[in-house]
Nanobody, 119 residues
Framework: QVQLVESGGGLVQAGGSLRLSCAAS????????MGWFRQAPGKVREWLAT????????YYADSVKGRFTISRDNAKNTVYLQMNSLKPEDTAVYYC????????????WGQGTQVAVSS
């Protein structure tokens, strides 16, 4: 079992940047594939990015490719989401999640952190 806590959300103007962090505790962090998701009011949850166990492979949704960067520090049990060139449509609650490498479904979720982008 792993527990996840996101931080770093806030209010930013369009074009600005934020870096979200997700701190993990419990079972070995390096044994989990990590992902970031978001959910805007009235919309379904959207997958944003995934990072492999070692951090050597990353994958992005088209909506954030080129603007967001996922990274991890296994020594610090933390995964990050660097968000640049933010747009008002990026406003949402952002969640990190963990899954076993052998499985497709994310089983462990954080509580979320709010990001608001003003125009």
């Amino acid at each position: 079992q792993v527990q996840l806590v996101e931080s770093g959300g806030g209010l930013v103007q369009a074009g600005g940047s934020l870096r979200l962090s997700c701190a993990a505790s419990g079972r070995s962090f390096s044994s989990y594939v990590m992902g970031w998701f978001r959910q805007a009011p009235g919309k379904v949850r959207e997958w944003l990015a995934t990072i492999s166990l070692s951090g050597g492979s990353t994958y992005y949704a088209d909506s954030v490719k080129g603007r967001f960067t996922i990274s991890r520090d296994n020594a610090k049990n933390t995964v990050y989401l660097q968000m640049n060139s933010l747009k008002p449509e990026d406003t949402a609650v952002y969640y990190c999640a963990a899954r076993d490498d052998a499985l497709k479904a994310y089983k462990h979720w954080g509580q979320g952190t709010q990001v608001a982008v003003s125009s």
